[in-house]
C-alpha cells in the first residue's frame, strides 16, 4: 500500500527566512510519481511539481526547489526568502503506473503541513 | 485563472434540502474526479469518472450522487445531507485516469449542512 507522511503538522517563519517541508513516502512499486501542491485559504489545490521515481534531479523553480532522495524515500520541499504571501497548506502525494496494483491511478496524499509566513 | 471551475463556491443547506455541485474543466481531459477534504482529515477520493464511465466509488453514501454528462462536465447531487458531510468538496480531472497524470483542481465548493 502507499503512504505519504508529512511530519510537519504546522511551521510558522518570519518572512525572508528559508522553510523546508518534509515529505516521506511508501510504495512497493519502483515506476511512481510524486507530487506537490499549494492549498492557500481560498481552498483551490494549485500543482506545483511532479518528479517521476526515475528523474532524481533536484529542481528550482524561483523561490521554490525540490530535493528527491530515493535511498531515503524524501521528496522534500525548500522555499528560499519566504513571503507572506506562501502561507498556505502544502501537500506532498504520490501516485503509482502499475496497471496491475490496487492503487492504479489513485493519488495518495499526505496529511499537509499549514506553513505560516509571519511579516 | 483556474482551468477547473466549481459553482457555487459556498453553499448552506438543510438536512431536507436537494442541492447539486457544479463542476466544469477547460482542459481537454477526460477525467474528473471529486474529492472531500473534512477539518482534521486528509483529502478523500469520493468518484472518478474517466471518458465519462465511473471507475471509481469510494464507498461513499448514496446520499451523494454524482453525475457525468460529458467528459468536462461533473456534477455532485446532494439530498438528506447530515451535520458531518459539511466539508469542502473539490472537483479535480486529468488527462485521464492512469497513474503519473497530473490532477488539477479546481476551488472548491464550501458545503454547510444545518
Known amino acids: 500500500a502507499q503512504k505519504v507522511t508529512q511530519a510537519q503538522t504546522e511551521i510558522s517563519v518570519v518572512e525572508k527566512e528559508d522553510v523546508t517541508l518534509d515529505c516521506v513516502y511508501e510504495t512497493r512499486d519502483t515506476t511512481y510519481y510524486l507530487f506537490w501542491y499549494k492549498q492557500p485559504p481560498s481552498g483551490e489545490l494549485v500543482f506545483l511539481i511532479r518528479?517521476?521515481?526515475?528523474?532524481?534531479q533536484n529542481e528550482i523553480s524561483g523561490r521554490y526547489s525540490w530535493n528527491f532522495q530515493k535511498s531515503t524515500s524524501s521528496f522534500n520541499f525548500t522555499i528560499t526568502a519566504s513571503q507572506v504571501v506562501d502561507s498556505a497548506v502544502y501537500f506532498c502525494a504520490l501516485s503509482d503506473s502499475n496497471a496491475g496494483g490496487t492503487s492504479y491511478g489513485k493519488l495518495t496524499f499526505g496529511q499537509g503541513t499549514i506553513l505560516t509566513v509571519h511579516p | 485563472e483556474t482551468g477547473v471551475t466549481q459553482t457555487p463556491r459556498h453553499l448552506v443547506m438543510g438536512m431536507t434540502n436537494k442541492k447539486s455541485l457544479k463542476c466544469e474543466q477547460h482542459?481537454?481531459?477526460?477525467?474528473m474526479y471529486w474529492y472531500k477534504q473534512s477539518a482534521k482529515k486528509p483529502l478523500e477520493l469520493m468518484f472518478v469518472?474517466?471518458?465519462?464511465?465511473?471507475?471509481e466509488n469510494n464507498s461513499v453514501p448514496s446520499r451523494f450522487s454524482p453525475e457525468c454528462p460529458n467528459s468536462s462536465h461533473l456534477f455532485l447531487h446532494l439530498h438528506t445531507l447530515q451535520p458531518e458531510d459539511s466539508a469542502l468538496y473539490l472537483c479535480?480531472?486529468?488527462?485521464?485516469?492512469?497513474?503519473?497524470?497530473?490532477?488539477?483542481f479546481g476551488e472548491g465548493s464550501w458545503l454547510t449542512v444545518v
Open positions: 518528479r517521476n521515481s526515475f528523474d532524481e
Open positions: 482542459l481537454g481531459h477526460n477525467a
Open positions: 479535480a480531472s486529468s488527462q485521464e485516469y492512469r497513474g503519473g497524470n497530473t490532477i488539477y
Open positions: 469518472y474517466n471518458f465519462k464511465e465511473q471507475t
